[in-house]
């Protein structure tokens, strides 16, 4: 794979398939679903420079299952697979998985 490294604040983002649930027999076909809005950071930039001229790091980082916006980022093709480009304000949420959750106000 050819090494790629977003600029500023944008991220490198390979959408993850989402698991495909058929009720009652019907089959949507490919060109009728929507894509998924959950992906994999594959590749971060160096962060945004605030006024100062200092360089602000990235909330996320490669590795990181994100969701985010339906029609974030810009879709490339980089030796024949599918990634989208976007900046790290277009990503709603990070994904932690498999860590407990804390309601609010409870200890």
Same mark, same amino acid.
Do not use: C, H, W
């Given at each position: 794979m050819i090494k790629v490294r977003p600029l500023g &604040?944008?991220?490198l983002v390979e959408r993850l398939e989402e698991e495909e649930v058929i009720k009652g027999g019907i089959i949507i076909p490919d060109t009728a679903k929507e894509?998924?809005?959950r992906g994999e950071v594959i590749a971060v930039g160096l962060g945004r420079l605030d006024e100062d001229g200092k360089r602000v790091p990235l909330d996320v980082q490669v590795g990181d299952n994100i969701l985010f916006g339906k029609y974030a980022g810009s879709e490339v093709t980089i030796d &024949?697979?599918?990634y989208l480009i976007m900046r790290e304000?277009?990503?709603l949420a990070i994904i932690e998985?498999? /860590?407990p959750d /804390? /309601?609010?106000g409870k200890k």
């Amino acid at each position: 794979m050819i090494k790629v490294r977003p600029l500023g &604040d944008r991220i490198l983002v390979e959408r993850l398939e989402e698991e495909e649930v058929i009720k009652g027999g019907i089959i949507i076909p490919d060109t009728a679903k929507e894509k998924p809005q959950r992906g994999e950071v594959i590749a971060v930039g160096l962060g945004r420079l605030d006024e100062d001229g200092k360089r602000v790091p990235l909330d996320v980082q490669v590795g990181d299952n994100i969701l985010f916006g339906k029609y974030a980022g810009s879709e490339v093709t980089i030796d &024949d697979d599918e990634y989208l480009i976007m900046r790290e304000e277009d990503v709603l949420a990070i994904i932690e998985e498999g /860590k407990p959750d /804390k /309601k609010p106000g409870k200890k």
